[in-house]
């Protein structure tokens, strides 16, 4: 089967840096995702991470190693806005078009 | 705006109604997907559509039945519904089906089964 695992609920405070593990066991691997969704809102892109290594975009950051089934998502200056849902989500490297994903991170942002 | 619309944002029906969902992209995608999101579990890719024609079947059952008439729209059809399915159910679109694309969701669909 194929299984994800994240930490179910993360809190940090305003304007600290705070770091969501994703570690994932699928049958084959081509990237991994990171989405962001608020309550009531819809899941929005935040990164991809196709090669190991760190991609930074702004605040965010997010890191791949595939020799360890393992990435994370690094926020930094964290903002009350950031407080939100968390998900990693793996392309499985095979014919279909499934992404599979994590069942979240919930992450309060406390001032 | 997050450039994929969906309608109704909520429908409450019983077992034996049918509806249905639809799903709107203005962005010039060619692939387009249903996902199931219920609470405390990942989201459930359901369908996958690429330039109108389905690719994916995730072993949805038959009372889910997709519709593409265009790479613009996508409809999701209800039928004798179970309670089980009370969840979010949220349209995605992307520029191909390759899942290193990033995929726009939609705000979902809160659907209630009584």
């Known amino acids: 089967g194929q299984s994800l695992e994240q930490p179910s609920e993360v809190t940090a405070v305003e304007g600290a840096i705070v770091q969501i593990n994703c570690t994932y066991q699928?049958?084959?691997?081509?990237?991994l995702s990171w989405y962001q969704q608020h309550d009531g809102g819809a899941p929005t892109f935040l990164s991809y991470?196709?090669?190991?290594g760190l991609e930074e975009t702004g605040r965010f950051s997010s890191f791949l190693s595939r020799s360890d089934s393992y990435g994370y998502l690094l926020l930094q200056e964290l903002q009350m806005k950031d407080s939100a849902s968390y998900f990693c989500?793996?392309?499985?490297?095979?014919?279909?078009?499934?992404?599979?994903f994590g069942s979240g991170t919930r992450l309060l942002v406390r001032p | 705006e997050t450039g994929v619309t969906q309608t109704p944002r909520h429908l409450v029906m019983g077992m034996t109604n049918k509806k249905s969902l639809k799903c709107e992209q203005h962005?010039?995608?060619?692939?387009m997907y249903w996902y199931k999101q219920s609470a405390k579990k990942p989201l459930e890719l359901m369908f996958v559509?690429?330039?109108?024609?389905?690719?994916e079947n995730n072993s949805v059952p038959s009372r889910f039945s997709p519709e593409c008439p265009n790479s613009s729209h996508l409809f999701l059809h209800l039928h004798t519904l179970q309670p089980e399915d009370s969840a979010l159910y949220l349209c995605?679109?992307?520029?191909?089906?390759?899942?290193?694309?990033?995929?726009?969701f939609g705000d979902g669909t809160r659907l209630s089964i009584l």
């Open positions: 995605a679109s992307s520029p191909m089906p390759d899942g290193n694309q990033p995929q726009h």
């Open positions: 699928t049958s084959g691997f081509y990237g």
């Open positions: 991470n196709g090669l190991d």
């Open positions: 989500a793996v392309r499985l490297a095979d014919s279909s078009y499934k992404l599979i």
């Open positions: 962005l010039g995608h060619n692939a």
């Open positions: 559509y690429n330039f109108k024609e389905q690719t």
